[in-house]
């Protein structure tokens, strides 16, 4: 995905529409911060979630973090790929390293994250 | 924070820095999977340069010591290393300790960075001690070719050095003390040099294609691997040697803070023990993870992180008695992690120990 189409949360999770449905990840940022991944816990597929709800498990060499949902909406496909190798998404975090796809997002909160330029200037107050 | 000499050698090097119980150490360089992978199969070099060091002679300062202590020094074999613990007076743990005895008089300590004020108060209080810290600084060169490649830059004490056996000796020119031994439960060496040779030796080392800088989030998963305990988070000064797995390094037949006390516990057997522990697939127990058996809290995790070597999450946990045996299986964490108790080191395939052939 390119990173300038897509949305952000200030969790550093991106989210991006592809052939009609919502694909989510975590930011370069946020996997540089982390460090090497090493186990990523997905969501049910079906399962219906709300925004700002604990969707998925990120866990490095250094800590655990959990993946919130940046929009409410269905999980309706999840990365199986992660589970061997949860190192794409420190190298490819906005592409093979996707996590987990939504479906009848609310389109009202998609609109209320951050654009590309916005979560640039988030992420460099953070650093 | 302070920084070592070898910080502006990472700088160089595209490391990423953390702070460790106050300096700048290099967290990673090409990333701690990577680190950890390659130390298991070639070289990698570690900077410890914020860790204490100590020059203690004669044999009232070594005894007035080793009382500090559960080990016997003045018993040590010249030449030898003894792992052992520095206790307070009630034989709690105020940091885990290496002694090298150099020759019948003297003995070289190495201490951690996380305690080394209050262990460098207690140690420079004896009478012939001093304290070489500041002016030293230590590379640990670990895996299984580091010998191979300290031989071919002419490190000839590397061809004799057992496991655990230490010399003063030079390298590269510099005059140096070098022990066998380290943090990875790989074939390694710890090189203490003068702090101004530091970045000659390091680079040096970094010449050799086999030879990868690694920093702390490395040697944390290396050392977690191998069931090696972390100061000050594996145990502390409330943490008697006997629950923290350091049972076998005890020399009971000296006075040492805390004996009698440890002496009831051992007879009663009604004290928590430290154990290695591994999880099911990759998810990791973590630091601080309550643990349970059928239910009911056991103990706590005290150090845990994924295994790259063993494909598994894996820790250290302290556990109540009951749950202390191997093969106990344990549940851990907020989402009931599976943890089973294994024998120490969790990854058995460390080559520390290999023995050498000489005329190699």
Known sequence: MNPESLRYSDEYEWIGESNGVYVVGITDFAQEKLGDITYVELPAVGKKIARGEEAAIVESVKAASDVFAPVSGTVIEVNYALENDPGLINRDPFGRGWIFKLDGINQKEYEELMSYIAYRAFCQGES | ?360
């Not at chain 2, 390091?202 to 989030?217: I, T």
């Open chain 2, 1 to 360: 924070m302070k920084k070592t000499p070898l910080f502006q050698a990472h700088e160089a090097k595209g490391a990423k820095f953390a702070d460790f119980a106050g300096w700048a150490l290099p967290l990673q360089f090409s990333g701690a999977l990577n680190e950890h992978l390659h130390v298991r199969e070639q070289v990698g070099i570690f900077d410890c340069s914020h860790m204490g060091e100590f020059l203690v002679t004669g044999k009232p300062a070594a005894v007035a010591l080793g009382s500090l202590t559960v080990a016997d020094l003045p018993g040590l074999s010249p030449g030898r290393c003894r792992y052992t613990a520095l206790l307070n007076e009630s034989g709690g743990i105020i940091d885990d300790i290496v002694v090298l005895r150099l020759d019948e008089d003297r003995y070289f300590v190495v201490t951690n960075a996380g305690p080394l004020d209050q262990v460098r108060t207690i140690l420079t209080a004896i009478p012939g001690v001093e304290d070489l810290s500041e002016h030293t600084a230590k590379i640990d060169v670990q895996g299984p070719l580091a010998r191979e490649v300290l031989l071919r830059m002419e490190g000839e004490w590397a061809r004799q050095l057992a496991y655990w056996t230490g010399t003063e000796t030079s390298f590269l020119g510099i005059p140096c003390y070098v022990t066998r031994g380290g943090y990875t439960g790989e074939l390694g060496y710890e090189l203490f040099v003068p702090a101004d040779s530091a970045s000659a030796v390091w680079n040096a080392l970094l010449d050799h294609q086999e030879v990868m800088p690694c920093g702390l989030a490395a040697r944390d998963t290396l050392r977690t691997e191998v069931s090696y305990p972390l100061s000050g988070q594996d145990f502390g000064p409330e943490t008697t040697p006997l629950e923290a797995g350091m049972e076998r390094f005890i020399h009971w037949d000296h006075p040492f803070p805390g004996r009698d006390r440890m002496i009831q516990m051992r007879e009663s057997g009604n004290y928590n023990r430290l154990v290695a522990v591994i999880s099911e697939d990759r998810r990791a127990p973590r630091h601080e993870f309550e643990v349970r058996l059928n239910g009911k809290r056991v103990g706590e995790v005290t150090s845990g992180t994924f295994g790259p070597s063993l494909g598994v999450g894996v820790g250290l946990a302290r556990v109540e008695p009951s749950a202390a045996a191997t093969d106990t299986r344990l549940a851990a964490g907020p989402r009931d992690l599976n943890l089973t108790v294994v024998s120490p080191p969790a990854y058995k395939k460390g080559t520390c120990r290999i023995k050498i052939n000489t005329n190699e």
